[in-house]
Every structure is written in structure tokens, then in C-alpha cells.
């Protein structure tokens, strides 16, 4: 996920600046829909239908599940609207870093099959030693990476530009093109190994090597949402297994929940079925891949992530052995850390990656042009998700999201209680 916090925001203020006088689709007046009544798959579809029409979003998809069936499966709006093809149930899309949930799962599995535990020093587990400059002393685990409190840190000078690539083939006359290779220097590339890619971090002769990847921390103690950690724990596995990540994901996650249209390999995605992914209505960004792949680069499709819900929320009470028996399940959300740990705006605690917060866990992402969110209830009695090609990385478009993401919690919430 990006956040503020992990891109320039200078840059991305003038470049919003630039964006809105270039454009004349402004729905910012609009006034709210209100959820009122909501008790039938119609009446939320209809209200669903209201906000499309109302609020600056090219398209979304939601799911809900309810007991353990899926209840409500919709789509709404445009992948591409140039084209004017509708987002629909088997349109791609990069959820972000809603992926980190399933390095959790990942991880969870390798515990299971015997590769390492939450408490294993990941310098067992890696071919070469890790050491963080500002506490070299430090010890990181595998639980550390998994909760983010490793001392490993991204570099808001460096992250986006070492990690995003524009995939070769784009448009690169468009005004979101030039955004991505002009302002935020972003290259055209194919993706790199995970190897190559945390090397240039880690190793002493690698390009970002240095002091500004790590805090003077004890591991454990420290909460700092880390990007490249989790790229560094999808290298754990992928260490530990002896096996490309990718692939372990395939094998292990993706095929057993059916999610056969999904995939962390970027060059896998048929680009005549991926969405748009739009800073505004006006401005489409060209398709783009991450270096880091775990942290936020699983693309997949609203009938696909359905069934990754709908396993987790019966997961989550002990009703599943799709992935691994249900030890492991409870080891997803269980609270990993000492309260007070998790700052209050973020989470109260976390599981592994999941984060609770209140009587839900959850987790979202945010990438360039894309938003998503699942949140599933801890007693599981409920879950929903909703994947969208909008934009809340630009410092502007980050409180359009927010108001966007609760109209539709909200009427979620309603057609849950009604039922």
C-alpha cells in the first residue's frame, strides 16, 4: 500500500494540482447517498448504482458474504472508460496491498509444512545474512516481518521509483503516462527476480544499500507498515521452500480456492480483461508492475477474491481445511503483538498481516489508480470486500476514497442487519 508517508508529497500536490484544472469531471458538490431502507439485493444495487453516478469513481466490485455463503456479488461502473466496457465480475485488477493478507496465508502455510514458525531468525532462512545498520545487534523473525515491526523501513525517496516499472507496450503519449515516467520516475521495464530486486537493499554493493532502510529499533517493539519487509518475507518463503514465490502461491493458495483468474505474476495478466486504473476520471494510467511483488501486485477478479472471502470468514471459525487445518487458520487472526504497539489510527492489534480493528479483522490497499478493502468479521458471521480502479495515493484523492469506501461499508452494513 502506498500512503502519504511513502511517496513525496510536494510532488504529488502539484501534480494533483496540474490534474484537476485539466479536468471538467467534477463531482465534489455532489451530495451523498444516503443508505435508507436497504433490505433486498435490489435495493443495494440500486443504491450501489447511486453512488457510481454520483461520486468520482470509474468502476468498483463488491461481495458479501453472510453465515457461509456468498450473499450479494455485484459490479458497477467501467474497467475502461474510453471504451465504455463495464467493470464486470471477471474484470482484473491489482488489489494492492489487500495481497499482503495472502503472503499471511502463505506464511501460515509454511509454518504448517514444517519450513519455519513465527519465531524462526529469517538469517536462517536466507542465503545471505541481513543486518540492520541502525541496530546491528537486532535479531528479525518471521513474526516481526508478518506485523510489521521489524526495524526494516521504506524509503520515501527511493520506493516508488526502485520499485514501480511501466510495462513495456503502453501508450506513452497519454498525461498518465508522462505522470509515471516525468514526475515520479518510473521506468519501462520487465520485472526483475525478488533476489535482484531485495538485493539492491540489502547487499553491501547494492544501488539502495544504506542507513535510510532501517530504524534504531528492537524488533517487536516498533510498529512501521513496511512494504519491503513484506517483499523481504515473500523472499523467506520463497528461500525457505526453494521455490519462485509466484509459483508457491499458485500451488499452495490460489488453485486450491478455485482462484484460477488470479495471479502475482504481472506478465500472466490478459490486458484486454485488466481495468483502467485512473488518478481521476479524466486521466488513465498506463498498466504498471511492482519489483516487490508480494507487498501489493496479486491481480485477480471479483468471482475469484469471492472465493478467497468466503474461505476466510469460514476460516476464521474453525469451518475450513481448504488451505490448512484450521490451527493455522486461528494463527491468520490471531493478535501477534502487546497492545499499544499498533498506533490507535492505524489498528488495535495484528494477526499475520491482518489487522483487527474493533470486532473486525480487515485490510485495504491503495496503489496507482487502484483502491480495495476486506474486512470480515472475528466471530465470523459476515465479510465483504470492494476492489476499485480510483485513486487514493494523491494526497487529494485520499479523502475521496475514504468518503467513497464508507458509503458503501455503510450500505453493506444495512443490507447485513436486514437480513
Known sequence: MITLSRITRLTLLSLFAFLTSCSSDDNSTSIDPTPMGIQTKADLTAYFE?????????????????????????????????????????????????????????????????????????NELLPVKIVN???????????????????IVDDPNTYIQT???????????????????????LEVNHPVSLSDYLGEYFLE????????????????????????????????????????????????ILLPLQMNNSTFNVTEVNQQEWAIPYLDKNTPLPFYGNHGYPEGSIHTTNDDLTNYLLDMTKGIKGQSNTLFTSEY??????????????????????????????????HGGNSLGVSSHMEIKANGSSGFFVIANMDATFSDNTPKWEAVLQLIKEGIQQYIQNQ
Open 50 to 122: 447511486e453512488i457510481i453516478e454520483t461520486k468520482e469513481i470509474p468502476g468498483f466490485a463488491v461481495s458479501i458474504a453472510i453465515g457461509n455463503d456468498i450473499e450479494y456479488k455485484a459490479s458497477f461502473g467501467f474497467e475502461n472508460i474510453e471504451t465504455q466496457q463495464g467493470f464486470n465480475n471477471q474484470t482484473v485488477i491489482n488489489i494492492a496491498s489487500l495481497s499482503k493478507s495472502f503472503v499471511g496465508a502463505a506464511t501460515a502455510k509454511a509454518i504448517e509444512q514444517g519450513y519455519f514458525t513465527l519465531d524462526t531468525p529469517i
Open 133 to 151: 545498520l541502525a541496530n546491528p545487534d537486532a535479531i528479525i523473525r518471521v513474526r516481526h516481518l508478518v506485523t510489521h515491526t521489524s526495524g
Open 163 to 185: 520499485n514501480y516499472f511501466v510495462l513495456p507496450g503502453q501508450d506513452m503519449r497519454t498525461i498518465g503516462a508522462n505522470i509515471l515516467i516525468n514526475s515520479l520516475g
Open 205 to 252: 554493493d547494492g544501488a539502495l544499500y544504506g542507513n535510510s532502510n532501517f530504524i534504531d529499533t528492537t524488533p517487536g517493539e516498533v510498529w512501521s507498515y513496511s512494504n519491503v519487509a513484506t517483499s523481504l518475507m515473500g523472499f523467506v518463503i520463497e528461500s525457505a521452500t526453494e521455490e519462485d514465490f509466484a509459483a508457491y502461491m499458485a500451488t499452495h
Open 329 to 362: 487458520y486461528e494463527l491468520l487472526f490471531t493478535e501477534q503483538l502487546p497492545m499499544g504497539i499498533v498506533p490507535d489510527f492505524f489498528a488495535k492489534n495484528h494477526g499475520l498481516y491482518w489487522y483487527k480493528t474493533g470486532d473486525s479483522w480487515s
